[in-house]
Every structure is written in C-alpha cells, then in structure tokens.
C-alpha cells in the first residue's frame, strides 16, 4: 500500500478546516464534539484594514530615474496597522487543551500583523506567536514553560483583545514576547504574583547568546478592574549592560457604561531606553457601540548615542488615538482617528516638506472566531 504523507501546512489546514466547520455546527452538536473531545478548543481572528493619512504621504515619490524612491508613505514609528490604503493584518488560530493538572497552547499566525509580532524567529517558528505547555502544580501554583507573550503592557499583539487597533508607543518599543519557564501564584482571591527566567526579549525560538532574563509580576483584581505590576532585568545581548523595565498596566469599570485604563512604563539600558504613559477612557455608548481614547505621552532616551529608539533623536511626543468599536456578533468593525505629534520635523507632508505631526484615519475590521 503506498505511503501517505501529511506536511505541516496540511495538517495545520486540517486543523483549522475543522475549526471553521465547528463554527457552524448546531448548539447540541457543539456538544457532542465537547463530549468526544474533552478540554480542547480552537480559537483565533481574522483582521484586515484601510489606512490613509490626512497630511502626510500615502504613496512612493521617485527621483528624476523614475526608479529611485526619495520618500514612502508616512505612519507613526508603531507596531502594526502601518500600510497605506487597503491592507491586511492577520489570521491568527489558536488551539488549545485545558486538562484538571496539564495543558498547551499553539498561538498560529499568518499575514504581516503576525509577521512583525514574531519578528526574532526564523524558518517555520516565523508562525508561531505562542506555544507552551503548563502544570498545575496545586490549585495554587501553575509553571508554564515555552513561548508566551509579554505580561508588560496594557496592548498585546490580537486586535480581538485591543479596544483601539493601531498600537502605543510604549506596546511597539517594549517586549512582545518571551521564551522560558514561569511560575504564576494566586496568593489569595484577589492578590496573585509571578516568577520568570526567560531568553533575552523577543528571541523566542532559542537562546543565542546564552544569557537571561528575569521577570516578575504583582497583581490585584476584583470584580471592578485589575492591576498589575511588572518588571523585566537582564542581558539582552553580550556586552549591553543588563536592561531594567518597570510597568505598571491598570483599569477599572467606574460604572456599566464608564471604563478608564491607565499604562506607565519605563526602560532602560545604559540610560538608553524610553518611558511613558497613557490613559484609555471608554464609554459604552449602546449595546453594539462603545468610543474610546488613547492618550500617550512617550519619551525616547537617547543619552548622546547613535542608536536610539523611535526617531533617532532624543524625541518628546504625544498620540491622541480616537476609535470607534461597533459590534455585529462576531465581527467589530473600528473607525479610528489618530494625531501623531513630535517636538522636531520627523515627517514629510504631500508636498514633501517635513512637518512635526502627522493626522491619519484607519478603518478596521476584526473577526473573532
């Protein structure tokens, strides 16, 4: 009998065919598949967008060659929802088992959103955004080795869980996620704390330099909101003093209709590095319709060095970032007005002058699965 083989890709289509097939079985089949299938899950999104900017370029200008580009279009120095005109941000399948004691999770991404959310690794891990396995050590005490994205921040890489869909500052210049072993501590109902040894930042395949990082987490929640304080030390590379972030990612429901988040962070390494803060007031206007503002204020510290952080230069500026999230079942969609303001000229208008702010518009859609 001749040999099949499966590759990769199509076990992962496999996989995500019965995952889009789950979607659209009935309530009691749903079941049944629970029934055959206990503690597995399949999850994930889809997300696309339109950006243009008001005032700056949303296009390439060539020199006299006709060849040569001498300015492209203009966006923030942020992570993600950067591309002009229609484009696309990624699918994102996420599989899963939650057993009593033992479980994993394998966070897939495709398209350019995931490509920048992994952009440390190489060859086939160039898709993996997440993957680790978990102990449940006692009711108490749960270790977590593999690749897990950060716990700084109040941002993280799917668009599902971000009320706005372009990123902050202080997301796209901190950690995006790390590989090592971490031990999460509920200390009671509402305190819990975390330990980690992790690879330098973002090296999530494999450690290549063969030092450390150390993290360290303090939480408290209750039915009205959370806080979380969060630190990183250790070597990124040999030869770099060790870097130090502190982070501290907090929001609260001041009523049903009323939300307001706050992040601050600082980095450093060598007094190079940045610092920040940012609040996200939100109010749930109608059952499908919820506005929400991000307002940051970021500083890069440059300390006289050649390599710096957002626009090489020891920048001031702040981000007002107004989005609308409409929900229709699964799908949101986010019209978002956003003005970028630096205290230097960092961007080019349409006339390719250099101006000091840019005013752009992005209309998103995310749908969750």
Do not use: C
């Amino acid at each position: 009998m001749k040999q099949i083989t499966i590759t990769k890709m199509q076990k992962f289509l496999i996989f995500a065919s019965i995952g889009l097939w789950n979607l659209s079985v009935s309530a009691q089949e749903s079941e049944v598949l629970e029934e055959a299938l206990p503690g597995f899950s399949i999850g994930g999104s889809v997300d696309t967008y339109f950006r243009t900017n008001f005032n700056g370029l949303n296009k390439y200008v060539y020199g006299p060659d006709g060849e040569t580009p001498i300015a492209g279009p203009q966006a923030p120095a942020t992570a993600f929802a950067n591309d002009p005109g229609f484009a696309l941000g990624m699918v994102n399948v996420i599989l899963g088992y939650e057993g009593e004691k033992i479980g994993f999770v394998a966070d897939l991404v495709f398209g350019p959103r995931g490509e920048e959310a992994v952009f440390l690794s190489m060859g086939s891990s160039n898709i993996v955004n997440q993957l680790y396995v978990y102990y449940n050590v006692s009711e108490n005490v749960r270790l977590t080795l593999g690749d897990f994205n950060t716990f700084l921040g109040y941002e993280v890489i799917s668009p599902v869980d971000n009320f706005n869909y372009s990123t902050s500052y202080m997301f796209s210049y901190g950690p995006f996620s790390h590989t090592g072993l971490k031990a999460d501590i509920a200390l009671n109902n509402n305190w819990s704390a975390m330990l980690a040894i992790m690879n330098p930042t973002d090296y999530t395949e494999f450690d290549p330099f063969g030092v450390y990082t150390f993290g360290a987490q303090l939480g408290y929640s209750n039915s009205s909101g959370s806080a979380y304080l969060n630190l990183i030390y250790g070597e990124q590379a040999p030869g770099l003093d060790p870097t130090f972030q502190i982070d501290l990612t907090t929001g609260w429901d001041f009523s049903e209709a009323f939300y307001l988040g706050l992040n601050t962070t600082y980095n450093s390494t060598d007094d190079v590095g940045f610092y920040g803060v940012a609040l996200y007031p939100q109010i749930q206007t109608s059952e499908n319709f919820a506005i929400g503002l991000r307002a940051e204020y970021f500083k890069e510290l440059a300390n006289g060095h050649d390599e710096t952080v957002v626009y090489n230069s020891d920048a001031n500026l702040t981000a007002f970032t107004l989005t609308g999230n409409y929900t229709v079942g699964s799908l949101t969609i986010k019209p978002e007005l956003r003005l970028d303001s630096v205290d230097r000229d960092v961007f080019v208008n349409q006339d390719l002058e250099p101006i000091d702010n840019l005013s752009s518009f992005v209309l998103a859609a995310v749908y969750a699965f």
